[in-house]
């Protein structure tokens, strides 16, 4: 769902060159999902198990240090159009890959924070964008439970993606028809139906009684929107 919302929300266009800096649980997941969407991805990270793990689902991955601007330079990072740093638990390992992309001149530089503190010491140093999995997980968790959504991430900056049960008033009409977006200032990005493949949301898709919703927008309002479901 993040590599999605990178693709359709923030102007991931299909193709461009990705490198995403830590290997982890967050990182590989975006990575390998960006892959699956068309993107050039290079993974970095210095772990070597990581690096031979990733080897072959990745477009590149290669072990190295991200805080040295030479070996970043050396291996082409300054010719990506998307950077995204998910390094896990080390802060400063964060913050100083940070400096080396912006040093580089990379124009989308995206951040997994793991604090306050540390999304606001990004944004300063040249973050465009940072993301809060860990803090928004409360959040998401109620929205789980309150039962109105399957899945659930919210952004900084109010921005949310969200999978919901296709609401009754939606079903047996095309996209175009039900006016999500007029009605609800909501986006459909995509719609998943049982035993078939997702597809792409089209003013011509049809919204069916059991079909799931991938939808993005301000938070509040996928909320309304969800809650119609």
Aim: aromatic share 6%.
């Amino acid at each position: 769902m993040l590599a999605r919302l990178f693709t359709e929300q923030y102007s991931f266009a299909k193709g461009d060159s990705v490198v995403v800096i830590g290997l982890g649980r967050f990182g590989s997941s975006v990575a390998q999902s960006l892959v699956h969407l068309g993107h050039d991805v290079m993974g970095i990270d210095r772990d070597e198990l990581l690096v031979r793990e990733w080897a072959d689902l990745l477009t590149h991955a290669v072990q190295a240090d991200s805080t040295n601007t030479a070996i970043m330079r050396q291996l082409g990072v300054a010719d990506f159009s998307h950077a995204i740093v998910g390094i896990g638990t080390d802060i400063a390992a964060s913050l100083m890959t940070l400096m080396v992309l912006t040093e580089l001149g990379i124009k989308d530089i995206w951040v997994k924070a793991l604090t306050a503190e540390h999304g606001q010491i990004a944004e300063r140093i040249g973050a465009h964008h940072v993301v809060y999995p860990e803090a928004n997980m409360g959040e998401r968790v109620a929205h789980l439970i309150s039962g109105r959504m399957i899945d659930f991430i919210e952004f900084d900056d109010g921005f949310a993606i969200a999978r919901i049960h296709a609401p009754a008033s939606t079903h047996q009409q095309t996209l175009g028809e039900s006016m999500i977006r007029e009605k609800f200032g909501v986006t459909v990005v995509g719609i998943k139906r049982a035993h078939e493949d997702f597809q792409h949301a089209t003013p011509s898709s049809q919204i069916l009684p059991g079909d799931l919703l991938i939808i993005s927008g301000p938070t509040r309002k996928i909320e309304l929107f969800a809650g119609k479901a």
